[in-house]
Structure formats: structure tokens, C-alpha cells
């Protein structure tokens, strides 16, 4: 038999450390790759016939604002906007008329297009901003629907 103070005995329980460190990392990172694995969620597969809802818009009303806040406020409730007619898009000029006419509901197409017809105000600074910096969509009225 071996003693405790015989070199081959101590150099095996030596080695032994290491080997059982080394099986003990594998099963924890097994066990945790398992772990997260079973947290993921599978993946759903939608009803065949199921008709996907829209997004229903309500358009704010800008009239008698600042160009200014009034783009602020139709960028704010998602929608993108447009300027026509003669006078253009400066921060100081009035908005007169939209279309849509506010509290219409919409389908969120992106960003559905608001067109304003400003009215001159103040300096006109600058370049005019005719459009909305990120564009937008087209615009397609809601039947029946509920806003949301």
C-alpha cells in the first residue's frame, strides 16, 4: 500500500485537483448553456387565416400654430407632414388647413403624410422646410375603426 508521504501518492492526489476542477467547470457550463437555452422563447407560428390588425392613428389638430409646433407635434404622434401650396416651411408662418382634417382616423402606414397650407408670419429666416426630415406615407382613412 501507498503512504501518505510516498511521492507517487502525493503526486496522483496532486493531479487529481485540477482533473476534478476541470470536470466540475464543463458540467456548470453545460448545465448553463442548457439553462438559457430552455429560457428562449419558441418560436409562434400565426393562425393561417387570421387578418393582422392595424394600427389606428387619430390626426392632431395643428391649426392656428406656429410651423414650428405644429411639425413638432405631427412628428410626436407619428405621423410625417408635407407643405403646400405658396407659402413655405418656416418656423415663424401659421398653419391655416390640414389634410386630413384633425380627429380623422387613419391606418398607421409608417408615417402616415399630413398636408399643411401655411399662412405668412414673421421672418422668413433661412431655408424652408417643405417636408418632414424622415418622409413619410401614404395616407389610408380607417373604416370603422377604434383609435388606439
Same mark, same amino acid.
Given at each position: &500500500?501507498?503512504?501518505? #508521504?510516498?511521492? #507517487?501518492?502525493?503526486?496522483?492526489?496532486?493531479?487529481?485537483?485540477?482533473?476534478?476542477?476541470?470536470?466540475?467547470?464543463?458540467?456548470?457550463?453545460?448545465?448553463?448553456? *442548457?439553462?438559457?437555452?430552455?429560457?428562449?422563447?419558441?418560436?409562434?407560428?400565426?393562425?393561417?387565416?387570421? *387578418?393582422?390588425?392595424?394600427?389606428? &392613428?387619430?390626426?392632431?389638430?395643428?391649426?392656428?400654430?406656429?410651423?414650428?409646433?405644429?411639425?413638432?407635434?405631427?412628428?410626436?404622434? =407619428?405621423?410625417?407632414?408635407?407643405?403646400?401650396?405658396?407659402?413655405?416651411?418656416?418656423?415663424?408662418?401659421?398653419?391655416?388647413? +390640414?389634410?386630413?382634417?384633425? =380627429? #380623422?382616423?387613419?391606418?398607421?402606414?409608417?408615417?402616415?403624410? *399630413?398636408?399643411?397650407?401655411?399662412? +405668412?408670419? =414673421?421672418?422668413?429666416? =433661412?431655408?424652408? +422646410?417643405?417636408?418632414?426630415?424622415?418622409?413619410? #406615407?401614404? *395616407?389610408?382613412?380607417?373604416?370603422?375603426?377604434?383609435?388606439?
Amino acid at each position: &500500500m501507498f503512504r501518505a #508521504s510516498d511521492p #507517487s501518492f502525493v503526486s496522483r492526489r496532486v493531479l487529481t485537483l485540477p482533473r476534478v476542477t476541470a470536470v466540475a467547470a464543463a458540467v456548470l457550463l453545460v448545465s448553463a448553456t *442548457i439553462s438559457l437555452a430552455a429560457d428562449k422563447p419558441s418560436a409562434h407560428k400565426p393562425a393561417l387565416h387570421t *387578418i393582422p390588425q392595424r394600427q389606428v &392613428m387619430t390626426v392632431p389638430d395643428v391649426r392656428g400654430q406656429l410651423f414650428v409646433f405644429a411639425s413638432g407635434i405631427i412628428e410626436d404622434g =407619428g405621423f410625417g407632414w408635407k407643405v403646400r401650396g405658396s407659402v413655405g416651411g418656416y418656423p415663424a408662418n401659421l398653419v391655416v388647413s +390640414q389634410s386630413p382634417k384633425p =380627429g #380623422s382616423h387613419v391606418i398607421d402606414t409608417g408615417a402616415p403624410a *399630413i398636408t399643411l397650407v401655411l399662412a +405668412q408670419h =414673421g421672418a422668413q429666416v =433661412g431655408e424652408p +422646410q417643405n417636408r418632414s426630415p424622415y418622409g413619410a #406615407s401614404v *395616407i389610408r382613412p380607417a373604416r370603422h375603426a377604434k383609435s388606439g
